[in-house]
């Protein structure tokens, strides 16, 4: 009995939140860095799984076989997904399992509202009413627009900006109706039924916010989703007076927060404009200039791209998303490997938007065990390319883009790119010449000094290694 009433102790499992909390911080500190980020994610879900525990031991929980069968059913669908999915399928996984952190949200605001009104005859009190509500609004917009960005990604959905006529007048609309619904559920009104109307403006709106946002801007996207879910459990948390869920949706909320204001930078573009105008899977015609001509693009093979690499002394890799379709990134440090025994530096220049999601090339070139000293930031590399015999582009295109330097036209002038137009020779992996996930054409392919190696990235980077081992 003693055992049992210690446990339960107020004071005990606020101690066990804090020792949570404290997991949570220096988990997400140890995400700071690649060599770190795999400890970071198992201190936090040591920390969440202690917060889990600590509020099951508070008395009014109950229905723990329900309980049980929840985690039961989530375990057996998220640890296969986990362990099956692709690493170029990771942007879509997180999409889609934040949208259910979102949705999980939504329903829990209603059924607490559901549950004070059959138990209390009426409205929760204001403090808990009124996070309640925001909670309802921002989770049903994280689900249902993750939703959608996973079917862009997923290319269930063209990856094109989709627009309707008035988009903005009807998005307007749907935010002032969940609004207003739920500023009259605050001023007293009592109703279930009002209460689902907010819940449905708030899903509509989550599917048009995220339509007319281009394919280009999806890492943006999936931050800013990101920190709705955070808010939306912070304010889950503070409806449900749980200590540990606030702390950990305000984890989430400002980390993700950061992340989509530092990507909005790196791409030269404030969020309104992003979420205003974006941009991506337009057609646009590879090689034409303004007249309609087709511009000529020197091809090259595996030979001579081994050439040009062995007798170099600094080489530099630009990886985009081509390298992660291709799951080529343990080949390309297998030829980085052979270049370096060979005295050539080798490093990996890291666009901040390269991918679909924040940090896509890290993540796939920490897998490869590719050295993280290797790993070179746009801005501390981007100084380098000068003095770099070679720049080897794979897969990478919008990131790479001189228009964004040179045009003023184009929808991505402005955006910091990798200049690897500056370094004095240029190989470019492709499958084809079709444009990237901006859809706009590359004017870096047409340089003199640039020369393009058609085919599988991976396929490519093993037959240039073979040509290099044989040199």
Known sequence: MYTASFLSDPDFIRVLYIFAFGCFIYGLHLLNHPRSARR????????????????????????????VLGIGLGTAVG???ARSVKMTAMPQMVAL????????????????????????????VLEQLIPILFAGIVGSISFWGSNIAFGKLQEILPG??????????INLGLLATAVGCAIAIAA???????????????????????????????????????????????????ALDNVALIVAGMLVGASGSILTKQMAEAMNRSIANIFAGGFGGVSVTPGADGDGEQKPVRSTDAADVAIQLAYASKVVVAPGYGMAVAQAQHTVRELADELEKRGIRVDFAIHPVAGR???HMNVLLAEADVPYDHLKEMDEINPEFAQTDVALVIGANDVTNPAARENEGSPIYGMPILDVDKAAQVIVLKRSMNTGFAGIDNPLFYNENTALLF???KESVAAVLSAVKEL
């Open 357 to 359: 999601m924040p940090g």
């Open 79 to 81: 640890v296969p997904a």
């Open 97 to 124: 399992f934040n949208g259910v952190g979102g949705g999980a949200v939504a329903l829990i605001s209603f059924v607490e509202y559901r549950e004070a009104l059959e138990h209390t005859g009426g409205n929760p």
């Open 160 to 169: 094109r900006p989709i627009q309707l006529p008035g988009q903005k007048f």
């Open 188 to 238: 007293g009104t009592e109703s279930q039924g009002l209460f689902l109307v907010i819940l449905v403006s708030a899903a509509v709106l989550g599917n048009m916010f995220v339509l007319p946002i281009g394919g280009a801007d999806m890492p943006v996207v999936i931050s800013l989703l990101n920190a709705f879910t955070g808010l939306s459990a912070a304010a889950a948390g503070m």
């Open 40 to 67: 970071g994610n198992i201190v936090a879900a040591v920390g969440m799984a202690i917060a889990v525990v600590a509020t099951l031991l508070y008395d009014f929980v109950g229905d723990y076989l329900l309980i």
């Open 455 to 457: 085919g599988d990235a």
